[in-house]
């Protein structure tokens, strides 16, 4: 594989909520881990439009501050993961690590306003523009029923880690997540 085409460098796309993101469960802990790789850059920004999430806004952001590319491991947290999937129908990246991700707006305002779920998926070019697609989801998740959970998965082919006992993988350290991105760059063991 051309080096073009190995990844650069990983973004965090936390979930919905606000605070500094860097303080908030297991992002900041991945992010300096993945700082420690050579030749290798992790990004990890408080988002605009934080409590909404508003796909309008984040989508640009991913794009334009991000620089989300197809060198580009977007790892997606909940709303992030919405985000993570509806910029890859668009756009070429190396790989998306959905975290908690879902479906529909289950029935709550403000995930209807966010805007990711005003439309089918587009899971066959979400797949053609990823070369890898890795999904952590658990059955306790206290926010995302199950079957949502694994609608992305079927849908995506998504390689599936499925947990019973992570809920919204709401901790402060992601061991498992931080061997998935190691696994995807060719030049770390």
């Known amino acids: 594989m051309s080096e073009e085409y190995?990844?650069?460098?990983a973004v965090i796309v936390p979930g919905n909520g606000g605070g500094n993101v860097e303080l908030c469960l297991w992002y900041g802990?991945?992010?300096k881990r993945l700082e420690q790789i050579p030749n290798f850059t992790c990004l990890l920004r408080n988002m605009p439009d934080p409590f909404t999430a508003r796909e309008e806004i984040w989508l640009p952001f991913m794009e334009?501050?991000?620089k989300c590319d197809n060198r580009t491991i977007i790892?997606?947290?909940s709303s992030g993961a919405a985000a993570a999937m509806r910029f890859a129908e668009t756009h070429k990246v190396y790989a998306i690590i959905l975290v908690s991700a879902y479906t529909s707006d289950?029935?709550?305002e403000n995930e209807k306003a966010s805007g990711y779920f005003s439309r089918p998926w587009q899971w066959e070019k979400i797949k053609s523009n990823c070369l890898h697609i890795i999904q952590f989801g658990s059955v306790d998740d206290p926010f995302l029923p199950w079957h949502?959970?694994?609608e992305v998965a079927d849908n995506l082919q998504a390689e599936l880690y499925k947990y019973t006992d992570r809920g919204h993988f709401?901790?402060?350290e992601f061991n498992?997540?931080?061997?998935?991105?190691?696994?995807l760059i060719p030049t770390v063991s």
């Open 6 to 9: 190995l990844p650069g460098k």
């Open 29 to 31: 802990w991945t992010r």
């Open 64 to 66: 334009s501050q991000l």
């Open 75 to 77: 790892i997606g947290h």
């Open 106 to 108: 289950l029935g709550d």
């Open 148 to 150: 949502e959970q694994q």
């Open 170 to 172: 709401q901790n402060t």
């Open 176 to 183: 498992e997540l931080l061997s998935a991105v190691k696994k």
